[in-house]
């Protein structure tokens, strides 16, 4: 840069504007110390700069675009077929193995990225752990609790961050695994079967054909897999965890608050039609089954604590946008968002309001953790209705898998090691195959758990276009070690119970919840193009798509979308438990509607840019 020395203003602009155009240089320069430290890594930028200028295939007219993940080279095409996708990604991930360690450790605020979320990992599975055990306690008869679930968690989550191809995806058992747990519940109660060994069964078969479909790539599959199919099933998670929170809501109101004793005048009523029952036919035994004392501080104190929990999450993960502190306290509040939120309302809920006693979590501390499924058990009937069961488990583990990775993988992420999808699916079935013998409860990929995992690993940039503000990722830490911590502070947590865990109420869980279902809308298009329907146009954001697409196209694709979305949910949400079965094999038809079916309704062109990433 210095050599020439008749360089024009214009030219001397384009140079540095070449300088400045990457995004992680320009954060370095932003961390820089002193003017000292600024100059060399100005100098250092400039010789890498020349060096690759000066290669051939450096120059524009060489250029390619980043390699598909899915594609192939010529020399693996000729190789043998099975198993070529997981020695792919094992090629690709194992250079890169020590480094997941040592990237979790050294760099600017990486040791207080490493502590924020690796908190961030633990409250935000351990509490979901602590609700589906709840939920599967309920629906297995006690045969699946909250300290199963507890030690799934544990030993899926080490496991998968040790061997793992993409260590920044989160396991966990998720609300459709729980719904199918009922599912296999209800079916041996009513052929007389054994939970236990009817449980394993399902899910040997479920680890069987995960490993078929990743030893013959099928994973592949997933390059068909666009933008559209992973907002869609995203928001149906969200909605899911939403839903979760409002039945607990509506279920405590319920048993608390909208009960006779609330209510004297028509208690009058209803003790008078008792008595007159008492005195002729008999007792009056389904008003005797359904009442319950009127505690309506119980209610008002749930829905303070749910919406307390998410007012303050949100609140502080969102404090980077707001002028008051330092750049790096703001940033620090929105990295301990989860945490604290939940420390503060469950002091709130347990000390400020220690009056009004809230009902713990049920927990059996007897619980055996090691004893094997008694597969002898079952008859060759219910084995092969096993293998049904465990083939529709086996397309929602595949679907959830591979989405999840998707969207940890997506480019404006700026991953820089690599994805994993064959292997990933390898390791999943292997620990799921551990699982089920001993009937513990099943782990799979989580959304949004493994997108929002990679943002608290993100150094973050804020730029405003046109009076809009927008985040977009810098730079991510790629480490094993934020898994690893927080899935062994999991295992310590059993021996945290029942105390003390039980001091975070049940209002916290359901806040949790919303939190994590309201922050994972962030960045997701699809709902801001649903905002787009209640927005003034003038006011529309500067997005790419909007400047490309015809309102009209944008309007017809969300339609599109929110109608895949709502057969989804009418099937995903449906209270008849075996309609739950035909849920995964829905997610696999997102792919060829999006590729058969919208096109002929929308231009391929405006699709670029709508379904693009």
């Given at each position: 840069m210095s050599n020439k020395s008749t360089k024009t203003a214009m030219e001397t602009g384009r140079t540095f504007s070449t300088i400045m155009s990457d995004i992680e240089f320009r954060y370095q320069l932003h961390e820089a110390n002193?003017?000292?430290?600024?100059?060399?890594?100005?100098?250092?930028?400039?010789?890498?700069?020349?060096?690759?200028?000066?290669?051939?295939?450096?120059?524009?007219?060489?250029?390619?675009?980043?390699k598909n993940p899915f594609d192939e080279d010529e020399t693996e095409k000729s190789r043998f077929f099975l198993g070529r996708g997981m020695i792919g990604d094992i090629k690709r991930r194992l250079p890169h193995y020590f480094s997941d360690y040592k990237d979790g450790v050294i760099g600017n605020?990486?040791?207080?990225?490493?502590?924020?979320?690796?908190?961030f990992l633990y409250f935000a599975c351990v509490l979901p752990n602590i609700a589906f055990g709840m939920l599967n306690d309920n629906n297995t008869g006690g045969a699946i609790g909250v300290k199963k679930i507890l030690f799934s968690q544990c030993v899926g989550g080490i496991i998968f961050a040790l061997i793992g191809g993409q260590p920044l995806i989160v396991?966990?058992?998720?609300?459709?695994?729980?719904?199918?747990?009922?599912?296999?519940?209800?079916?041996?109660?009513?052929?007389?079967?054994?939970?236990?060994?009817?449980?394993?069964?399902?899910?040997?078969?479920?680890?069987?054909?995960?490993?078929?479909?990743?030893?013959?790539?099928?994973?592949?599959?997933?390059?068909?897999?666009?933008r559209s199919t992973e907002e869609?099933?995203?928001?149906?998670?969200?909605?899911?965890?939403?839903?979760?929170?409002?039945?607990?809501?509506?279920k405590d109101f319920n048993k608390n608050y909208y009960t006779p004793d609330c209510f004297p005048a028509d208690n009058d009523t209803n003790t008078l039609t008792t008595n007159l029952t008492n005195t002729g036919m008999g007792t009056n035994l389904s008003y005797q089954d359904n009442h319950h004392p009127c505690h309506k501080e119980y209610s008002i104190l749930f829905l303070l604590l749910m919406l307390g929990t998410v007012w303050v999450g949100i609140t502080m993960f969102n404090f980077t946008k707001t002028p008051f502190l330092t750049s790096g306290k703001r940033e620090m509040l929105a990295d301990?968002?989860?945490?604290?939120?939940?420390?503060i309302m469950s002091f709130f809920g347990s000390f400020v309001f220690r009056d009004v006693k809230l009902k713990p979590f049920k927990y059996v501390a007897e619980t055996e953790l090691f004893i094997l499924a008694p597969l002898h058990t079952l008859p060759w009937p219910a084995i092969f209705a096993g293998a049904g069961l465990g083939f529709s488990l086996s397309l929602l583990f595949f679907m959830d898998q591979n989405i999840s990775s998707?969207?940890?993988?997506?480019?404006?992420?700026?991953?820089?090691?690599?994805?994993?999808?064959?292997?990933?699916?390898?390791?999943?079935?292997?620990?799921?195959?551990?699982?089920?013998?001993?009937?513990?409860?099943?782990?799979?990929a989580a959304l949004p758990h493994s997108p929002l995992h990679v943002k608290a690993l993100a150094d973050m940039e804020e730029r405003v276009?046109?009076?809009?503000?927008?985040?977009?990722?810098?730079?991510?830490r790629e480490t094993r070690l934020t898994g690893i911590i927080s899935h062994v502070m999991i295992g310590l947590s059993m021996f945290l119970l029942p105390y003390p865990l039980s001091y975070i109420p049940a209002p916290v869980l359901d806040g949790l919840f919303l939190y994590v279902a309201l922050t994972a809308l962030f960045g997701n298009q699809l709902f801001d193009r649903i905002l787009l329907f209640i927005t003034e146009q003038s006011a529309y954001p500067p997005n790419h798509y909007i400047r490309r697409v015809p309102q009209r196209q944008i309007h017809i694709f969300t339609v599109i979308q929110l109608a895949q979305l709502l057969v989804l949910c009418v099937f995903g949400?449906?209270?008849?438990?075996?309609?739950?079965?035909?849920?995964?094999?829905?997610?696999?038809?997102?792919?060829?509607?999006?590729?058969?079916?919208?096109?002929?309704?929308?231009?391929?062109?405006?699709?670029?840019?709508?379904?693009?990433?």
């Open positions: 002193n003017e000292e430290e600024f100059r060399n890594l100005f100098r250092e930028r400039t010789r890498e700069l020349r060096k690759q200028q000066s290669q051939p295939e450096f120059r524009k007219s060489h250029l390619q675009l980043p605020k990486t040791p207080q990225k490493l502590l924020s979320t690796t908190l396991l966990l058992t998720t609300a459709p695994l729980a719904l199918y747990t009922k599912i296999i519940y209800s079916i041996s109660e009513d052929f007389n079967l054994r939970f236990d060994a009817m449980f394993a069964c399902v899910g040997l078969w479920n680890c069987f054909f995960l490993i078929l479909y990743s030893v013959t790539n099928l994973s592949k599959l997933m390059k068909f897999s666009s869609i099933f995203s928001l149906f998670i969200t909605f899911a965890f939403s839903a979760d929170a409002i039945k607990d809501t509506v301990y968002a989860l945490p604290a939120a939940v420390l998707a969207l940890v993988n997506t480019p404006s992420n700026k991953l820089k090691k690599g994805e994993s999808y064959h292997w990933d699916l390898f390791t999943v079935a292997l620990i799921n195959g551990f699982l089920s013998i001993f009937t513990l409860p099943w782990v799979h276009d046109q009076g809009h503000v927008q985040q977009i990722v810098v730079r991510v949400f449906s209270p008849i438990s075996y309609m739950k079965m035909v849920f995964p094999i829905l997610i696999m038809f997102l792919m060829p509607i999006r590729h058969k079916l919208v096109p002929k309704v929308i231009s391929p062109t405006y699709l670029k840019a709508l379904d693009g990433h």
